[in-house]
T-cell receptor, first 113, second 109 residues
Framework: SQTIHQWPATLVQPVGSPLSLECTVE??????LYWYRQAAGRGLQLLFY??????ISSEVPQNLSASRPQDRQFILSSKKLLLSDSGFYLC????????????FGQGTRLTVV | GQNIDQPTEMTATEGAIVQINCTYQ??????LFWYQQHAGEAPTFLSY??LDGLEEKGRFSSFLSRSKGYSYLLLKELQMKDSASYLC??????????WGAGTKLIIKP
């Protein structure tokens, strides 16, 4: 079965500092990978998705970026964090053979101060 | 545009039954999902409907009507641990998941 590792679980960063969140997937190959952000009490906002190595699609213009250096690795980055970047970030995977279910990492609670 | 609507919050009593509705308008349809999310945790998969009708899984059931763009999640014999947010999501023609904002379910003793 699939397992998604996402770290760190919590992060407090000052405004203007860089960000790097990492997500790795086990138990499957060639997954579609997603980064979501969830504001308190709100639904999931799709930030980026990737259908393969080096292929990144952005859904929302922002100061965040994503990269997929390996098939099962997905990284969310920022050069300079804003207060509005605070939120709950979730990495998700959907495999090519189980297109009907999304598996999530544990999530990262980011607070920008 | 694509849109998923579900109530913001519902309250129910322990041991009772509750129905959470979801209506959708999307570019194509490849299935509808319900996820449960406890506060501060990642969503977990509950159910999947791609054909019209009712899917039953223990205390949880999910219904779909594609012609009406409508689904509901039915929770029976409510337990306190069922207090959570319930997210409706539709997979569009590109297999992208479109998410509702979630329904916060409060269970009272």
């Amino acid at each position: 079965s699939q397992t998604i590792h996402q770290w760190p679980a919590t992060l407090v960063q000052p405004v203007g500092s860089p960000l790097s969140l990492e997500c790795t997937v086990e138990g499957t190959s060639n997954p579609n990978l997603y980064w979501y952000r969830q504001a308190a009490g709100r639904g999931l906002q799709l930030l980026f998705y990737s259908v393969g190595i080096g292929q990144i699609s952005s859904e929302v213009p922002q100061n965040l970026s994503a990269s997929r250096p390996q098939d099962r690795q997905f990284i969310l980055s920022s050069k300079k964090l804003l207060l509005s970047d605070s939120g709950f970030y979730l990495c998700a995977a959907i495999t090519g053979t189980d297109m009907y279910e999304a598996f999530f990492g544990q999530g990262t609670r980011l607070t920008v101060v | 545009g694509q849109n998923i609507d579900q109530p913001t919050e519902m309250t129910a009593t322990e041991g009772a039954i509750v129905q959470i509705n979801c209506t959708y308008q999307t570019s194509g349809f490849n299935g509808l999902f319900w996820y449960q999310q406890h506060a501060g945790e990642a969503p977990t998969f509950l159910s999947y409907n791609v054909l019209d009708g009712l899917e039953e899984k223990g205390r949880f059931s999910s219904f779909l009507s594609r012609s009406k763009g409508y689904s509901y999640l039915l929770l029976k014999e409510l337990q306190m641990k069922d207090s959570a947010s319930y997210l409706c999501a539709v997979q569009d023609s590109n297999y992208q998941l479109i998410w509702g904002a979630g329904t916060k379910l409060i269970i009272k003793p």
